[in-house]
């Protein structure tokens, strides 16, 4: 497994920014697709985002498409959730994942290997 870790979440107002970071103490990221999974209290998990390995293809749920921006600073070896123009229907705990593939399989994939702790983001009106 791999053992990522998630940091960044806030109370923000609507209209507002803020920037998730994913990292993994002793494991290059850059081998692996991570996505961005999102739970709001009472809804099932929704995908958000997901970047696949070695700058390839990036994918992100209709809800937040021309908003967040999924990225790799591999000097960091950090991915971030650059979140734009927030909402309240954006509130949720964030978490970053990965199936150990190296491509993601569109916004969401089967089944994950790892998670994070997870990540509040609050987005008032």
């Known amino acids: 497994q791999v053992p990522l870790e998630e940091s960044g979440g806030a109370l923000v107002q609507a209209g507002g920014s803020l920037r998730l970071s994913c990292t993994a103490p002793?494991?290059?990221?850059?081998?692996?697709?991570i996505s961005w999974i999102r739970q709001a209290p009472g809804k099932e998990r929704e995908g958000v985002s997901c970047?696949?390995?070695?700058?390839?293809?990036?994918y992100y749920a209709d809800s937040v498409k021309g908003r967040f921006t999924v990225s790799r600073d591999n000097a960091e070896n950090t991915v971030y959730l650059q979140m734009n123009s927030l909402k309240p229907e954006d509130t949720a705990i964030y978490y970053c994942?990965?199936?150990?593939?190296?491509?993601?399989?569109?916004?969401?994939?089967?089944?994950?290997?790892?998670w994070g702790q997870g990540t509040q983001v609050t987005v008032s009106s």
């Open positions: 994942a990965t199936d150990t593939l190296s491509n993601c399989r569109g916004v969401s994939a089967p089944r994950y290997d790892s």
């Open positions: 002793g494991f290059t990221l850059d081998y692996y697709a």
């Open positions: 970047i696949s390995s070695f700058d390839g293809p990036t």
